[in-house]
């Protein structure tokens, strides 16, 4: 077993500590965005960037220091019956949000369904894009997410957990801190994200490999904003 004092305990205590610190982030954020207006959302998306590419690449190296494999992290991608099912599931759910962001910018009903769930599942006034420049800035945080959140939450929490638990356990204490990460959306907005969450950690345990993951999350945050912004732009052209 590696000396998890020396390598893995640091980086989960920072993962810790970016958790507990969110909410007083978050407030600061909100405070900010009703003094300065809409722009300062493309703060907030080069802030996520500045700080979650660094803090998966801190855990990367600490988790190599400690003397286990990259593979073991969930980099592997050596095929198993849990890899296809991963895969597959992830190819299902990716073609149906990408069906769903079709029937959004189509259908006016689609819209308003989606607006009417919005409006009710949580707190995303701080991150929503609401022009064309935002949309690429909030696409870029959705690359980013989808591989530093899966690094960070998945491959390496669940399985520094694992060295001194039952995965299970591991896995459960993971996905509750990666919720609990997503605190700005409110407890409604967590309770949204929380489906989605678990079939994120689901994959990742019966696969081993954090590629489908990836992938599953890129496309399910990627789609969601495009959703989003055509809510957006029909209320813009409601109000005009």
Not at 92 to 114: G, N, P
Not at 159 to 187: C, K, R
Not at 212 to 229: A, E, S
Request: glycine content about 8%; charged content about 15%; proline content about 5%.
């Amino acid at each position: 077993m590696p000396d998890l004092s020396s390598w893995l305990a640091p980086p989960l205590l920072l993962i810790v500590a970016l958790v507990a610190l969110g909410p007083l982030r978050d407030r600061v954020h909100r405070r900010r965005l009703a003094a300065r207006g809409a722009a300062y959302r493309d703060f907030i998306y080069r802030e996520f960037l500045a700080y979650m590419w660094p803090v998966a690449g801190i855990v990367v190296a600490c988790w190599v220091a400690a003397g286990q494999r990259l593979e073991t992290l969930g980099f592997a991608h050596e095929p198993s019956t849990g890899l296809a099912i991963a895969w597959g599931v992830t190819a299902l759910l990716a073609l149906y949000s990408t069906w769903s962001t079709v029937q959004v910018r189509r259908h006016d009903k689609a819209r308003e369904s989606l607006e009417r769930q919005i409006d009710a599942g949580g707190n995303i006034d701080f991150v929503r894009p609401e022009s064309p420049g935002q949309l690429k800035g909030f696409l870029a945080l959705s690359v980013t997410a989808g591989v530093t959140e899966e690094i960070v939450f998945r491959g390496f929490l669940i399985m520094t957990l694992a060295l001194v638990m039952p995965l299970w356990a591991a896995a459960l204490l993971s996905l509750t801190l990666f919720v609990l990460a997503h605190s700005y959306q409110g407890w409604r907005g967590m309770l949204t994200i929380l489906p989605i969450s678990t079939v994120l950690t689901v994959l990742f345990v019966i696969s081993g490999s954090l590629w489908p993951v990836i992938v599953l999350h890129i496309v399910v945050d990627v789609t969601g904003g495009l959703m989003i912004y055509e809510v957006v732009k029909s209320k813009a052209r409601a109000a005009a």
